[in-house]
């Protein structure tokens, strides 16, 4: 079955990031003679393609190993050295990723600094690509774009939580923007979890009333229809695989597949056999005819749009 889109940041609107590659890709390969001792001022994304390379980061020993990607953040000491015959190739990447134009995205996370890339049968040819098309004194469209794929990955793997606190802390409306948006983030990516909603909002630092108002206004839906949302978002792709719809329903925690089918349409406008149909007539040369505005990630609402559900 194909894989549904989701995670931690399947929520955050593309216009809200802004990634900036600082310097050209480095392509590493390293030879037994390879030393290294430094410290950036930027973050660093490390991923093997082929060898063993050998980190103390901080004082924090971490070998590497095809498949493995590894996180080095700004002002963090790195020491790193390759003892075997095999040379150690990989690909470094040095840049930023701010939220908003105002803050770093990766201080209010916490991650696991090194992780094996769940997805490294489809990565590893993209990143072997990526390095070898990287220009040696420069970067281009292509390279950020597929960069950012490939920090996506990263993140959905290595991500445990959301920081309480961060070194850049935000104030006033951009608090309650990131504070929505990380509420948003945690329900799109556990839907089927029947608390995740609650405790979205009890994880925020505002007052629940406030911060129920404040969520519906940026996103669109009360958090419990977003999740609603976004449980049916998910039964869509089950669908269009070919699952019957009482078999849909039960992926998506719904016994009832008659009570299904009346949310499914409430929530995306036509019945989940309409939606089968219109996915086959797309495959015979239709088109699907969503409605563009409706398909818009509703948290560009931040810039003021209200919502059109009810709380």
């Given at each position: 079955?194909?894989?549904?889109e989701g995670?931690?940041?399947?929520?955050?609107?593309?216009?809200a990031?802004?990634?900036?590659?600082?310097?050209?890709?480095?392509?590493?390969?390293?030879?037994q003679?390879?030393r290294?001792?430094?410290?950036?001022?930027?973050?660093d994304?490390?991923?093997?393609?082929?060898?063993?390379?050998?980190?103390?980061?901080?004082?924090?020993?971490?070998v590497?190993?095809?498949?493995?990607?590894?996180?080095?953040?700004r002002?963090?000491?790195?020491?790193?050295w390759?003892?075997?015959?095999?040379?150690?190739?990989?690909?470094?990447?040095?840049f930023?990723?701010?939220i908003?134009?105002?803050?770093?995205?990766?201080e209010?996370?916490e991650?696991?600094?090194?992780?094996?890339?769940?997805?490294?049968?489809?990565?590893?040819?993209?990143?072997?690509?990526?390095?070898?098309?990287?220009?040696?004194?420069s970067?281009?469209?292509?390279?950020?774009?597929?960069?950012?794929?490939?920090?996506?990955?990263f993140?959905?793997d290595?991500?445990?939580?959301?920081?309480?606190?961060?070194?850049?802390q935000?104030e006033?409306?951009?608090?309650?923007?990131?504070?929505?948006?990380?509420?948003?983030t945690?329900i799109a990516?556990?839907?089927?979890?029947a608390?995740?909603?609650?405790r979205?909002?009890?994880?925020?630092?505002?007052?629940p009333?406030?911060?129920?108002?404040?969520?519906q206004?940026r996103?669109?839906r009360?958090?419990?229809k977003y999740?609603?949302?976004k449980?049916?978002?998910?039964?869509m792709h089950?669908l269009e695989t070919?699952?019957?719809?009482?078999?849909a329903?039960?992926?998506?925690?719904?016994?009832d597949p008659?009570?299904?089918s009346?949310?499914f349409?409430?929530n995306?406008?036509?019945?989940?056999?309409?939606?089968?149909?219109?996915v086959?007539?797309?495959r015979?040369?239709?088109?699907?005819?969503f409605?563009?505005?409706?398909?818009?990630?509703?948290?560009?609402?931040?810039?003021?749009?209200?919502?059109?559900?009810?709380?």
């Amino acid at each position: 079955m194909d894989e549904i889109e989701g995670g931690i940041l399947s929520s955050i609107p593309p216009s809200a990031l802004n990634l900036t590659l600082t310097r050209a890709t480095i392509r590493m390969e390293h030879s037994q003679t390879w030393r290294i001792d430094k410290t950036n001022p930027v973050e660093d994304l490390v991923i093997c393609l082929e060898g063993r390379g050998h980190y103390l980061i901080d004082g924090d020993p971490r070998v590497m190993e095809p498949g493995d990607a590894m996180l080095i953040t700004r002002g963090q000491r790195f020491q790193g050295w390759n003892e075997g015959a095999e040379t150690y190739i990989g690909i470094a990447q040095h840049f930023t990723l701010n939220i908003y134009g105002r803050h770093d995205l990766l201080e209010q996370m916490e991650l696991q600094p090194k992780i094996r890339l769940t997805r490294w049968s489809l990565l590893e040819p993209l990143a072997r690509h990526y390095r070898q098309g990287a220009p040696p004194s420069s970067v281009t469209l292509g390279q950020h774009h597929l960069f950012m794929y490939f920090l996506i990955a990263f993140i959905e793997d290595a991500f445990i939580g959301w920081r309480g606190s961060a070194a850049y802390q935000p104030e006033g409306g951009d608090a309650l923007d990131l504070a929505v948006m990380k509420a948003a983030t945690m329900i799109a990516a556990n839907p089927l979890d029947a608390n995740v909603a609650l405790r979205a909002v009890e994880a925020s630092p505002y007052n629940p009333d406030y911060f129920l108002r404040a969520f519906q206004k940026r996103v669109g839906r009360t958090p419990r229809k977003y999740q609603e949302f976004k449980r049916m978002e998910r039964a869509m792709h089950f669908l269009e695989t070919g699952m019957p719809v009482a078999a849909a329903a039960a992926e998506v925690g719904y016994t009832d597949p008659y009570y299904f089918s009346r949310m499914f349409k409430r929530n995306l406008g036509l019945s989940p056999k309409a939606h089968v149909n219109k996915v086959r007539q797309s495959r015979h040369g239709g088109l699907l005819g969503f409605d563009e505005p409706d398909q818009e990630l509703r948290l560009t609402g931040m810039e003021g749009e209200h919502g059109r559900d009810a709380a």
